[in-house]
């Protein structure tokens, strides 16, 4: 069975940093594209950054370029979310995601 | 960014009822490879997203036959016949054929 169990989140100050994990089981997670997709409260999804299987390609939405970094360690079948200089308008739920599976979520909260 | 375009806002159907929910792109989603990457998505209350549709028409796992999906370029189209009250929620149309990856605002049913 897909799993795919977000961790990290939490309330931040802005200008701060976080690191979201997102931990993968169930399939080979060096076979997939992954992605992180966003959620703020009451609002629509919206895609934030994806990852090729290898690692060697990533792509970002304008808001989140060169404060947000994308990375995966396919040795611990486990994908994250470097996010910097966070802002308010950050505060989301964030899914990881792969095709299909959708995790279960992990909130951020950027607020001083 | 491809615009995603999703109508009605909202829906009051009745159990057993069949709704259709459209979704029309700004751009053609037709990829250099051929196939056309628009899904369809629902999030249930409180849950995280889950695929009903791939690539236009094909059901995801476990999805029932109720639900279908059609369209081409740019004009799409989920149905869903006989609807039941596990249905409820926000369907999202999402496209992954251009960064960035975008989604439409959202189609609320809800029970009449």
């Known amino acids: 069975e897909v799993q795919l169990v977000e961790s990290g989140g939490g309330l931040v100050q802005p200008g701060r940093s976080l690191k979201l994990s997102c931990a993968a089981s169930g399939f080979t997670f060096s076979n997939y594209y992954m992605a992180w997709v966003r959620q703020a409260p009451t609002k629509g999804l919206e895609w934030v950054a994806s990852i090729t299987n290898s690692g060697g390609s990533t792509y970002y939405r304008d808001s989140v370029k060169g404060r947000f970094t994308i990375s995966r360690d396919n040795a611990k079948s486990t994908l994250y979310l470097q996010m910097d200089s966070l802002r308010s308008e950050d505060t989301a739920t964030y899914y990881c995601t792969r095709g299909g599976y959708w995790g279960q979520g992990v909130m951020v909260t950027v607020s001083s | 960014d491809v615009v995603m375009t999703q109508t009605p806002p909202s829906l009051s159907v009745a159990i057993g009822q069949s709704v259709s929910i459209s979704c029309k792109s700004s751009q053609s989603l037709v990829y250099s490879d051929g196939k056309t990457y628009l899904h369809w998505l629902l999030q249930s209350p409180g849950r995280s997203p889950k695929r009903l549709i791939y690539?236009?028409?094909n059901l995801g796992s476990g999805v029932p036959d109720r639900f279908s999906g059609t369209g081409s370029q740019k004009d799409f189209t989920l149905k869903i016949s006989r609807v039941e009250a596990e249905d409820l929620g926000v369907y999202y149309c999402a496209q992954t054929t251009h960064f960035p990856y975008t989604f439409g605002a959202g189609t609320k049913l809800e029970l009449k």
């Open positions: 690539q236009v028409s």
